[in-house]
């Protein structure tokens, strides 16, 4: 049965070509990489895996494709150190100019490390949340979330295993992170950038609720 506790919609324009990832059971998925549009003008640049069932002739750069499924996290060693990743995992394909929005999620799930409350340097609040949400199996994604503003201020109230319903936008986002011997990398933030919240608690109490990790997976991903 699908699950509703996390549905993701994106609407983009593929920009590279599908490239085998991983296999499960005998069935292939392929890693591939969707621009999709912000209001704003500006773009997002999205991975998406997808399952070789789903794959046909026009999975191809330069084609605008619609996708529905879930948003998915991994750990990867990268340089010696474990990463959380994402990656929207395609259930179904959808035809793009039927999409009112162009990416659009809904994750229902629990805190599971203490909120972070910051004023970055343009002087913009912002709240870091890492959201807890059920997967089938007995499994659970960690996905990294950002409030602003005056949602950011509600959000750093909230406690560990508190239950989050929340809306927004699966975004993509570029830093800098200065390593221990001075040398300065360029990386890519993955998280979901909220437009609601709304804090459950009532179902706190839920069993069908994630295990909350004694130290949730690690998410280094600053915002300037």
Not at 8 to 21: H, M, Q, S, W, Y
Not at 49 to 78: A, C, D, F, H, W
Not at 153 to 159: E, P, V
Not at 166 to 181: A, L
Request: proline content about 7%.
């Amino acid at each position: 049965m699908e699950m509703e506790n996390n549905q993701l919609c994106l609407c983009g324009v593929i920009e590279t070509d599908p490239a085998l990832d991983h296999e499960v059971f005998g069935e292939n998925f392929y890693r591939l990489e969707i621009r999709v549009p912000r209001l704003s003008g500006a773009h997002d640049l999205l991975p998406v895996t997808i399952s070789e069932r789903l794959m046909n002739s026009q999975i191809k750069p330069g084609v605008r494709i619609g996708i529905s499924g879930q948003l998915r996290s991994y750990n990867k060693v990268m340089g010696g150190a474990g990463r959380l990743l994402l990656t929207a995992f395609a259930q179904q394909l959808l035809a793009p100019d039927e999409m009112e929005n162009p990416n659009l999620i809904h994750l229902t799930g629990a805190i599971c490390k203490p909120p972070a409350f910051r004023t970055t340097p343009f002087g913009r609040e912002i709240t870091d949340l890492m959201l807890a949400v059920n997967r089938a199996f007995g499994k659970s994604d960690y996905i990294p979330c950002i409030a602003w503003g005056r949602t950011a201020r509600y959000a750093a109230t909230l406690n560990v295993g508190d239950r989050l319903e929340v809306q927004g936008r699966f975004q993509s986002r570029d830093y800098q992170k200065q390593m221990p011997d001075g040398t300065v990398i360029n990386r890519v933030a993955l998280e979901v950038s909220l437009s609601r919240l709304t804090c459950l608690k009532d179902a706190r109490a839920d069993a069908a609720a994630p295990v909350i990790l004694e130290k949730p997976p690690v998410n280094d991903q600053p915002v300037q």
